[in-house]
């Protein structure tokens, strides 16, 4: 069986590969890339541990064969915060309501959170809810992530504003 | 999990892609969204040596909206479905559905053609295509051709579809305006497949139903449509009496599976209830 050649942009940077056409994109991110922030939780497209961003939408990257991101921009969890290090909003949000325990689910729900904010930046706590169904997480009981994911909201359209 | 080797194609073209197919009989499979085929492969439960990856086929793709046919591009997610405001004012169904699906991550990538195609009966849109007598547009093997969704399930993961052939469009006459509709689907929890689901469209004139159409997901091995359980309810006031009429219609024609979602006689159980539901839910949207 031939290899692939794929092509694609990870959080900015452009990179180059040839590949088993099984490998899986998590695969590829945690083991070529070494970009192990995407976690892999059940390996069946339940629990949203692998989320990653790919061009513009939340996907569970455990569940999708490296060649069919050939092309995409793909963002994860190494590419949330500021290039100097500071933590973007939902992250320092997870930070100050503590938001995780074991943090196993938190890179998929942070990366999930950014971009539900991004589609929809003042979410009701049923659309948080809803908005991030497709992570688990199994410390948590979730109160505390759904109020940091508010409190997130609240303190991004206050910088908007400012801007 | 690691799935068996294959080689990847990503043709351009719908006669490219259906050239895949049949270069490669018997050992290549449609790719769309993989949130069906990918679980089937890790599991060697599928093995092809040739993914014909159909995303960047533009003629699958998009939405339109006439005034008689609603067009589905096979390549359409399941979230494309869900934001479609257009779609949602003529035909409201297909959004409700489509947003008990899986869960938003899963419907970003899953598509309405791999939904459809798949032949699993616990899929949520086959049904609701059965009740809005939507027909799939074939094309391969020198031909092209449409089969009712009423006549396209033979069994699970059986279909009339050929190796050979792609699913292209999805086409739905648009259901009579002042319509009422409802999707009830039953499931254990979030990105569940149901336990019993019921979707239901029907038309009142003066306090009488004039026309219904009721489907039933995961409670056979195929979706039902269940023209016994319509029938009792045209000519009605859709009270008590022509309700039981139509819950007891749909519940006999099913035939679930005893698993983890409950013994069979439970799961026929709440497709009546869902039935139910989904008719007074239904009542109460028709202008
Ligand atoms: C955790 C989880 C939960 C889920 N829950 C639900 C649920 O509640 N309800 C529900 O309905 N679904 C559910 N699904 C399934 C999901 O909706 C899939 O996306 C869908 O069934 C298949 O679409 P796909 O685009 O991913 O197709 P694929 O997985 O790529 O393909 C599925 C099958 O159809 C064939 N195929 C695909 N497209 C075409 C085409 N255009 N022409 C011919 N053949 C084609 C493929 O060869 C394959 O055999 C769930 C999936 C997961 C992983
Ligand atoms: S590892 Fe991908 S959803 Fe759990
Ligand atoms: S913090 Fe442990 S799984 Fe969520």
Not at chain 1, 29 to 38: A, F, K, W
Not at chain 2, 54 to 78: P, Y
Request: glycine content about 10%.
């Amino acid at each position: 069986m031939s290899k692939t050649q794929v092509n694609m942009t990870v959080n900015g940077k452009a990179v180059e590969a040839a590949v088993e056409p099984r490998t899986l994109l998590i695969h590829f991110l945690r083991e070529q890339l070494n970009l192990t922030g995407s976690h892999i939780g059940c390996d069946t497209s339940h629990c949203g541990a692998c989320t990653v961003d790919l061009n513009g939408k939340s996907v569970k990257s455990c569940t999708m064969f490296v060649g069919q991101a050939e092309g995409a921009e793909i963002t994860t969890i190494e590419g949330i915060a500021q290039e100097d290090g500071a933590l973007h909003a939902v992250q320092e949000a997870f930070r100050q309501h503590h938001g995780l325990q074991c943090g196993f689910c938190t890179p998929g729900m942070i990366t999930r959170a950014w971009r539900l904010l991004q589609e929809n930046p003042a979410p009701t706590e049923e659309e948080i809810r809803y908005g991030i169904s497709g992570n688990l997480c199994r410390c948590t009981g979730y109160q505390n992530i759904v109020r940091a994911i508010q409190a997130a909201a609240a303190d991004l359209s206050v910088k908007e504003a400012a801007e | 999990m690691i799935s068996a080797e294959f080689d990847y194609h990503r043709p351009g073209t719908l006669d490219q892609a259906i050239g895949l197919l049949s270069e490669h009989e018997g050992s290549a499979f449609v790719l769309a969204g993989g949130h069906s085929l990918i679980p089937m492969m890790k599991l060697r439960l599928a093995t092809p040596e040739h993914l014909v990856d159909i995303q960047d086929i533009d003629e699958l793709s998009g939405i339109t909206v006439s005034e008689r046919m609603i067009e589905i591009g096979a390549t359409v997610t399941q979230s494309d479905l869900i934001a479609s405001g257009e779609l949602f004012d003529a035909c409201p169904i297909l959004r409700e559905t489509a947003l008990q699906i899986a869960d938003p991550q899963i419907r970003n990538v899953g598509t309405v053609g791999g939904n459809v195609a798949n032949g699993d009966p616990g899929n949520d849109l086959p049904a609701i295509m059965q009740l809005l007598d939507a027909e799939y547009v074939l094309q391969g093997g020198g031909r092209m051709r449409a089969v009712k969704a009423r006549a396209f399930y033979e069994s699970a993961f059986f279909t009339v579809r050929d190796e050979g052939e792609i699913l292209t469009t999805i086409r739905i006459p648009v259901p009579p305006s002042g319509h009422g509709h409802s999707y009830q689907k039953q499931k254990r929890k979030v990105g569940d497949y149901a336990t019993a689901a019921a979707g239901v469209i029907l038309t009142l004139s003066d306090e009488t139903c004039t026309s219904a159409s009721v489907a039933l997901t995961n409670v056979a091995d195929t979706p039902l449509w269940a023209q016994a359980a319509a029938d009792a309810l045209v000519g009605t006031d859709l009270g008590a009496r022509a309700i039981n009429e139509a819950v007891d219609a749909a519940r006999a024609i099913t035939e679930p599976a005893s698993d983890g979602r409950g013994p069979a006689d439970y799961r026929t159980h709440v497709a009546g209830i869902m039935v139910q539901r989904a008719i007074l839910t239904a009542k109460s949207r028709a202008a």
